[in-house]
T-cell receptor, first 115, second 112 residues
């Protein structure tokens, strides 16, 4: 079946603008993760959703970052008032269930550049 | 990724074996993973090992885990130019979330 898809693949924005990044997980996967890959910080966990449970937001770097997952499927990561340090590749992953040993399947990422 | 460390670069000749090393600090890690990232592509899971295992072999890939030293390695036998990529090790620390803590990634360059 189809893998994890993300859109847009590339986004260029001006400092101070808001951006929305979208993730379509694999159908039937109940767990969804957002990670950020940047030059200075490597790959960092941002947020995790499992079913209807409250998300684990422990990795969000500031309150400018938020995410939601509608209907247990599509997720949107929103960055408000973007800053240059937000420039990175934002990766989404999904797994059948949450927990150790569950394979996470990654999307191709959204490359965000804040000018 | 400060809790998981990898060397940044490795260069080998085609046909040689490659060994990519990783150290981690959290002894509660339950699963340890190796992911591959090719240019412009997402992360692809290569293999993983449960923390009560010492070794896992899968075709050309061999994973060794030294839990005492918190050291993980990935050996690629008969390395090919198509193996050129960035390799990330990652740990999962138990619990229900399964969130991964990644190393910085090792860029493997395979010379013909």
């Amino acid at each position: 079946g189809a893998g994890v898809s993300q859109s847009p693949s590339n986004k260029v924005t001006e400092k101070g603008k808001d951006v929305e990044l979208r993730c379509d997980p694999i159908s039937g996967h109940t767990a969804l993760y957002w990670y950020r890959q940047s030059l200075g910080q490597g790959l960092e966990f941002l947020i995790y959703f499992q079913g209807n449970s409250a998300p684990d937001k422990s990795g969000l770097p500031s309150d400018r970052f938020s995410a939601e997952r509608t209907g247990g499927s599509v997720s949107t990561l929103t960055i408000q008032r973007t800053q240059q340090e937000d420039s990175a590749v934002y990766l989404c992953a999904s797994s059948l269930r949450s927990g150790d040993g569950e394979t996470q399947y990654f999307g191709p990422g959204t490359r965000l550049l804040v000018l | 990724g400060e809790d998981v460390e990898q060397s940044l670069f490795l260069s080998v000749r085609e046909g040689d074996s490659s060994v990519i090393n990783c150290t981690y600090t959290d002894s509660s890690s339950t699963y340890l993973y190796w992911y591959k990232q090719e240019p412009g592509a997402g992360l692809q899971l290569l293999t993983y090992i449960f923390s009560n295992m010492d070794m896992k072999q899968d075709q050309r890939l061999t994973v060794l885990l030294n839990k005492k030293d918190k050291h993980l390695s990935l050996r690629i036998a008969d390395t090919q130019t198509g193996d050129s990529a960035i390799y990330f090790c990652a740990e999962s620390r138990g619990g229900n979330t399964g969130k991964l803590i990644f190393g910085q990634g090792t860029t493997l360059q395979v010379k013909p």
